[in-house]
DNA sequence: GCCTGTGAACCTTTTCACAGCA
DNA sequence: TGCTGTGAAAAGGTTCACAGGC
C-alpha cells in the first residue's frame, strides 16, 4: 500500500531523478536514466548557487570591472573557486583561460538562465506582518519579478492599500491570478491555511509557490515549491550553539573583499 | 597564498569534516578522520529536518496520539519514511519494532537535542519592514527561543516600541548582548551594513548568527551562521518556471493528513 | 504480521589535481 | 605564467531491502 509514492516534490524543487514507478524487488533498479539527458542539465546544487554569482557580477558591473577570476567570483559570493569552476562550466565556457571570466556575458548568461530577462508576476498572499513586510520589502520585488496582487482572506483587510496595491479578497484569486498571468505564489498566511491556499493557487495555474508559512505544504508533480521557515532556521542554529561544534576544524571563511584578517573577536 | 583557507563556513553552518590544515599535494589527504569519531554526530542533513519532525510530533500532542509509526511521521513531515528512520536512528533507539515510536519521549529528545529545553536570547538587528515584522511574528519568538533585543542604528528609531520591547541604538549592541546573554543576533538591516553588523555581534559575543540580508556575510570559524534570502529563492523558483522540468519523472507529494487524493486541479 | 534499525547500493555534490589554452 | 575546464576521487546523503524484535 504504500510501495512507491516517494514524497520530496513536496519539499523543494521538481526533482528530476525521481524514482520511474515499478520498483523492482530487488537492487537491479535502474533501467531508465539513459535516455534523460537533455544535454545540458544543470544540478539542483548549481542553480541554487547561479542567485549569488548573479549578485556578486552585478556587484562587480557597477564597479565597471569587465573580467574576473574564478578565485575573484568564489570570494564575492563566499564559496570556493574550484566550485565556481564547476557551476559555471554547465553554463558553457563563458571563460578565458589565463584571464577569467567575462562580466558582461556571464550577468546576462546568468540571468537568461534563471528567466530574469522578463519580470515574473508574483501573488502575495496573506497579508499579516511577513505579508506586508514582503509587500514592501524592496529587493524582494526586485530584479525579475513584479509584486502584482496581494490577497487576504481576512475581509476587514481588503481593500487596505499596501504600496502601490490593493489587498484583494481570497475569492479573487482565480480570476487575478489568470488576468496577470500570476507566475509565483507567496504563502504568508498562518499555518493552518498554507494548504488550501496552495492548492487554490495550484487550481488557477500558478507554477511556483514559495511558502513562508511553518506548515508542511504539498503540490502536484509539475509544480515547483521552496519553503523558507524561520523557527526552523533558529532550531537549526540552537542546535550547533548547544553542541558547541567539535572546535577544531571548520575552515575559516574567505575573508569577504575587505582586508579584515579575520574578523573581529580574535 | 590561497593555498588552504577553504570559505564554506561563511555561507551556512560550521562544517565538521572541513580540511585540516595542510594539503598534501597528491592525492593522501586524509590522515585525520580516525579520531573525531565523537560517537553521536548527528549528520547536517539530519539535523536540518529535525524541526520538522519537532512540529509535527507536537501536533500529534495536541491530538493526544501517544505512538507514531515513521510511516505516518514522514507523511506530516514532508519526507519519506526511509528518511525518518535513518534520522531518528542517529538519535538513539526511540521506537518500538513493530510498534512505532513514542510519541512524547521522541518529542523530549528532539527538544533536547536542538536545544529547545531552555530559552535562547535572540537579538533582531534593523528594524525596517522585515525586522518589526520578525519582531512581531509570533511563533519566531515562540519556542526555545525569546527576542530580547531590538537594535538598529537609525537613532530616530531609537526609543520607539515595538510589541514589547524598545528599539535600542547600535552602540548599545555590547553591553546588552552581554547583559542580556543573547545567543543569536538576527541580522535584517540593509546589505550594506550586514557585515559590519555581523562584526560587531560577533565581537560581543554572540555564537550564532541569522543573516536576512541580500549579502555574503563572512565570521570567524567558531560562529554559526545561516541565511535566509528571499531574492534568491524566487530566482530559484524562476529557473525551474523557466526550463519547464521535464514533466514526467518527479514524484507525487505523499497526500499529507487529509484523504485528498491527489491536490486540485487534477 | 508489523514496524524499527541498519548494512549496502546508489546518487549527488564537493574537492582535488592537472591538462590545455591564452 | 595564469587561469579555466574537467576527469577522477572522496564525501555526503538518500533509498533499498531485509534481518530482527515485538
Redesign the interface.
Known sequence: M?E????????C????????PGPRPTTPRRARSAA?S?ARR?PEAT??R???Y???LLEMTDQALSTVSS?QL????????AKVRKDLSHLGSYGTRGVGYAVAALVDEIAR????THD?P?AIVGLG??G???A??H??G????RIVALVDADASKVGERVGELTIEGIDDLDALVADREV??GVIATPAAAA?EV???L??AGV????NFA?A???????V?L?K???????????????HR???A????????R?P?P????T
Do not use: W
Open positions: 504504500h512507491r509514492r516517494y514524497d520530496r516534490a513536496g519539499t524543487v521538481p526533482r528530476l531523478p525521481a524514482q520511474a534523460i537533455e544543470i542553480v541554487a547561479l542567485p549569488l548573479y549578485r556578486a578565485e568564489a570570494e564575492l559570493a563566499g564559496v570556493n573557486a538562465e534563471l528567466g530574469l515574473s508574483v506582518n511577513l506586508h513586510a514582503l514592501n520589502y529587493g524582494f526586485a530584479r525579475g519579478f507566475a509565483i494548504q496552495a492548492d487554490r495550484v487550481a507554477g511556483s509557490i514559495l511553518p508542511v505544504v504539498t503540490v502536484p508533480s509539475g515547483s521552496r523558507v521557515d524561520l523557527a526552523t532556521e533558529l532550531q537549526i542554529l540552537s542546535f550547533y550553539q548547544q561544534m567539535p572546535a576544524l571548520g575552515a575559516d571563511a574567505p575573508g569577504l575587505d579584515r579575520r574578523a573581529g573577536v
